[in-house]
């Protein structure tokens, strides 16, 4: 672990970190390296942070304690936090631009970081998310090639089992949407693309039956109540 810390950060807001801590947010860089991340979200002209950076080697950056709240995740909202998500959340970026896989060492660290963050701050695991689902108009990190299946396989993320049937039922896609998390504040278009984006990368289109098959699932195994915890 190598600790480096960044000046843009401060305290959380809301209470103690034990009461406000409930998400864990997954970015890409999007940059050349891990250290030109590193170094960017160091500087305090660009006025970002994150809590940990890992390199696609699986080394590690820790650039902000967990208990501070560190710039990662902007404007949007997941379950019941509406704003504020910087003092909610867990940042972590991977050093990636989004086109490729995440590299074995790199995935293999994210898991041991995840792991330890759920047990040190009892988050349940459909509260480790991506960018793109707290903010989906305007973000897509960590993008379709991260493996969220392969964290999900391992209790640290949640994936669908979508055999059941769905239909294409707007309505009843926005209810299901804001049962697994996703906020009522943004679009249809901007809500269907988050879902695409992390469960059904290939799909184009309208929305289908296969997008509630995959919503009802996730609603009924793993709902979102008001409170950030598994109801």
């Known amino acids: 672990m190598i600790r480096l810390p960044s000046p843009n950060q401060g305290a959380r807001r809301g209470g103690p970190p034990e009461a406000v801590i409930d998400t864990i947010i997954v970015h890409f860089t999007n940059m050349a390296t891990a250290e030109a991340a590193v170094e960017r979200l160091c500087c305090p002209e660009a006025g970002v942070s994150c809590h940990y950076v890992i390199a696609e080697d699986g080394r590690i950056w820790q650039l902000v304690e967990e208990t501070a709240r560190a710039h990662h995740a902007g404007l949007g909202g997941w379950g019941r936090i509406a704003e504020d998500m910087n003092s909610h959340s867990i940042g972590i970026e991977l050093a990636n631009r989004g086109d490729v896989p995440f590299p074995d060492p790199q995935m293999q660290m994210l898991e041991r970081v995840v792991r330890g963050l759920l047990n040190r701050w009892r988050i349940p695991p459909e509260r480790v998310i991506g960018h793109s689902d707290m903010a989906p108009n305007r973000k897509d990190d960590p993008g379709p090639r991260f493996d969220w299946r392969r964290l999900a396989r391992q209790g640290l ?41 992390r469960f059904r990368p290939w799909a184009r289109g309208p929305l289908e039956a296969g997008d509630l098959a995959v919503l009802k699932d996730m609603a009924t195994r793993f709902p979102v109540d008001r409170r950030g915890v598994r109801t």
Not at 162 to 178: K, N
């Open 157 to 197: 993320a949640v994936w669908p089992d979508a055999r059941a049937p769905g239909d294409d039922d707007l309505a009843t896609f926005r209810e299901l949407a804001e049962a697994v998390g996703y906020r009522p504040d943004f679009s249809d278009e901007d809500v269907l693309r988050a879902v695409r984006l």
